[in-house]
T-cell receptor, first 114, second 115 residues
């Protein structure tokens, strides 16, 4: 079956610290991988995506590389800001299954203090 | 830029009451989804509609029904609410279901409490 496992939170960092949130997946076929972010009181919004092995998704200083050999898609940012405080979700969708919803990890809460 | 609109934003029900959560998207997307979000559980799929006229069960469909009224609208109905259905409900839509095109756009959510 398909599943996503991401590191437990909460993650608490000081401003300008380096961030890594680990995500590993199990999937049949060749999934597309996503990171979504949920700011307090809001819905989810796409942060970045990658569609094949060795692709790097990037947005707003965040990056994640699709590693097929380790089935991972870790999220990184070199210098976090207070405004990055949110819940981050790793997700996948099987490549060749039309009409299939996203499969989410449980989410990791990030709290950044100044 | 409305995107995905959910109504209501908040609702309190008594056990056994019924209600319908409404969702509409203005992006001409084919696929629509209903998720619930519970603490420590992430998002779990309740039902989805790959295209107008079709609906399918997701991971946690029990106690819910859905209607894809037209291409824009996808409603979620609780026939007899139970405290276990206390959750935050998110509607999402995507251009189509598979692979790289399956970027989903989410509404702001409906916070439901069942007493």
């Amino acid at each position: 079956g398909n599943s996503v496992t991401q590191m437990e939170g909460p993650v608490t960092l000081s401003e300008e610290a380096f961030l890594t949130i680990n995500c590993t997946y199990t999937a049949t076929g060749y999934p597309s991988l996503f990171w979504y972010v949920q700011y307090p009181g809001e819905g989810l919004q796409l942060l970045l995506k990658a569609t094949k092995a060795d692709d790097k998704g990037s947005n707003k200083g965040f990056e994640a590389t699709y590693r097929k050999e380790t089935t991972s898609f870790h999220l990184e940012k070199g210098s976090v800001q207070v405004s990055d405080s949110a819940v981050y979700f790793c997700a996948l969708t099987p490549y060749n299954q039309a009409g299939t919803a996203l499969i989410f990890g449980k989410g990791t809460t990030l709290s950044v203090s100044s | 830029n409305a995107g995905v609109t959910q109504t209501p934003k908040f609702q309190v029900l008594k056990t056994g009451q019924s209600m319908t959560l409404q969702c509409a998207q203005d992006m001409n997307h084919n696929s629509m989804y209903w998720y619930r979000q519970d603490p420590g559980m992430g998002l779990r799929l309740i039902y989805y509609s790959a295209s107008e006229g079709t609906t399918d069960k997701g991971e946690v469909p029990n106690g819910y029904n859905v209607s894809r009224l037209n291409k824009r609208e996808f409603s979620l109905r609780l026939e007899s609410a139970a405290p276990s259905q206390t959750s935050v409900y998110f509607c999402a839509s995507s251009p189509q279901g598979a692979g790289v095109k399956n970027i989903q756009y989410f509404g702001a959510g409906t916070r439901l409490s069942v007493l």
